[in-house]
T-cell receptor, first 112, second 113 residues
Framework: LAKTTQPISMDSYEGQEVNITCSHNNIATNDYITWYQQFPSQGPRFIIQGYKTKVTNEVASLFIPADRKSSTLSLPRVSLSDTAVYYCLVGSLNTGFQKLVFGTGTRLLVSP | DSGVTQTPKHLITATGQRVTLRCSPRSGDLSVYWYQQSLDQGLQFLIQYYNGEERAKGNILERFSAQQFPDLHSELNLSSLELGDSALYFC????????????FGSGTQLSVL
């Protein structure tokens, strides 16, 4: 199972772009990179998923370099409501992704 | 709203007791996953069922058991409860073949006193 490393916390201000980087040096060929967002006392919510290069949806972008040993979640123009914990997970059905521990994630605090 | 329903939302019980947590997956989702989240341990995978069959097992205690019924809803049974079992228990579901996109319910907060 690919181990991931993320910063424990980040601070930002409203309107700024936030980039959260996740390291996953032993990512396997079949592994996908998935990011989740969790608010207090709520279940994690899927944000974005990618395999390589760049993926963009209505809420975020995911940048994955060619070696896939890291990935960066980019949140454009954050608001107070983006204050949450963000988890990076790497895995696939082949590597038992469901057994991944979400870990402590990155606590993002957005201030006015 | 993720479409995954968990009941009850809150549960308060005493040590030594047994409780059952219920999860209804999103319509059409065949896989159900159970996770435990405590303050000091993060979100930990317990067990997965796929179309009624156990598919994967994580750090689930022997005092805990689960099953998935023909209508695809799932129950997590926790017995001989200890203070340390107090946690948020989440259920998630996914569609087979949809890669690893999990949809989580809002959880059951279990307090063992």
């Amino acid at each position: 199972l690919a181990k991931t490393t993320q910063p424990i916390s980040m601070d930002s201000y409203e309107g700024q772009e936030v980039n959260i980087t996740c390291s996953h040096n032993n990512i396997a060929t079949n592994d996908y990179i998935t990011w989740y967002q969790q608010f207090p006392s709520q279940g994690p919510r899927f944000i974005i998923q990618g395999y390589k290069t760049k993926v963009t949806n209505e809420v975020a972008s995911l940048f994955i370099p060619a070696d896939r040993k890291s990935s960066t979640l980019s949140l454009p123009r954050v608001s107070l409501s983006d204050t949450a914990v963000y988890y990076c997970l790497v895995g696939s059905l082949n590597t038992g992704f469901q057994k991944l521990v979400f870990g402590t994630g990155t606590r993002l605090l957005v201030s006015p | 709203d993720s479409g995954v329903t968990q009941t009850p939302k809150h549960l308060i019980t005493a040590t030594g007791q047994r409780v059952t947590l219920r999860c209804s997956p999103r319509s059409g989702d065949l896989s159900v996953y159970w996770y435990q989240q405590s303050l000091d341990q993060g979100l930990q995978f317990l067990i997965q069922y796929y179309n009624g069959e156990e598919r994967a097992k994580g750090n689930i205690l022997e005092r805990f058991s689960a099953q998935q019924f023909p209508d695809l809803h799932s129950e997590l049974n926790l017995s001989s409860l200890e203070l340390g079992d107090s946690a948020l228990y989440f259920c998630a579901s996914s569609v087979a073949g949809q890669r690893e996109k999990l949809f989580f319910g809002s959880g059951t907060q279990l307090s063992v006193l």
